[in-house]
């Protein structure tokens, strides 16, 4: 609620800071059950309820700002609300999915969260970006299509390690490397390219795996 204050307040860059303030501490309250050994119902409930907001809403309010300065007297910024919805859509569905034990359907709602939060950065840090993410066109059509794979049946690498052989987690060694790459050279404006770059590794791994299975089946 902080960060949709400071958002609304014209501190875009805020925004994102708040966002991976959450995503630390998001860890952490998971980290900290299972050392305690303390779950809940409840817990679980409320841990989707303060996800919806930091990683669905106050993205969603930095998509609005940004359209606002673009179409000041125009309805298109609630366009933006639209990442809210498919956000609550996303964590409900995560709630009762028991497919996504070891691997996530759809982009999980703190990655897409950080992308669009981080926009700004890309666009502080790249010339080529600025016109990019201050276009409304743009904006608009890059917030929908991924508010839409929150919820796409697309299959995305969880890094959680069952071994730590490279043969079983490449993809995994290969998302943690141009993540540390991408964040170590570009700072805050590498991150939208790290998660482009894990969700294309995951698609690159479904048809792998794809057709490791037409093998099998031939």
Known sequence: MAGIYHVLEGHIFYGAYFIFAAAILDFLDGFVARLLNAYSEIGKQLDSLADLVTFG??????????????????????????????????????????????????????????????????????GWAESLVYSGPFLIGFSLLF????????????????????????????TLLLSLLCLLTMGMGGVPLAILSYVLLSIIENLENRNEQDKVAL
């Not at 106050?58 to 298109?76: K, M, N, R, W």
């Not at 609300?81 to 859509?89: C, D, E, G, N, R």
Request: hydrophobic letters at 50%; glycine letters at 2%; a positive charge.
């Open 57 to 126: 809403v106050l993205p969603a309010f930095i998509v609005f700002t940004l359209l606002q300065e673009v179409y000041p007297d125009s309805y298109l910024p609630f366009l933006a609300f639209f990442i809210a919805t498919q956000s609550a859509i996303r964590l409900a569905k995560f709630n009762i999915d028991t497919r996504q034990s070891d691997r996530f359907i759809g982009v999980p709602t703190p990655a897409n969260g950080l992308l669009i939060s981080t926009l700004p950065f890309m666009a502080e840090k790249f």
């Open 147 to 174: 508010a839409l794979l929150l919820t796409a049946e697309l299959p995305l690498i969880a890094l959680k390690f069952k071994n730590f052989t490279f043969k079983d987690n490449k993809y995994r060694y290969l």
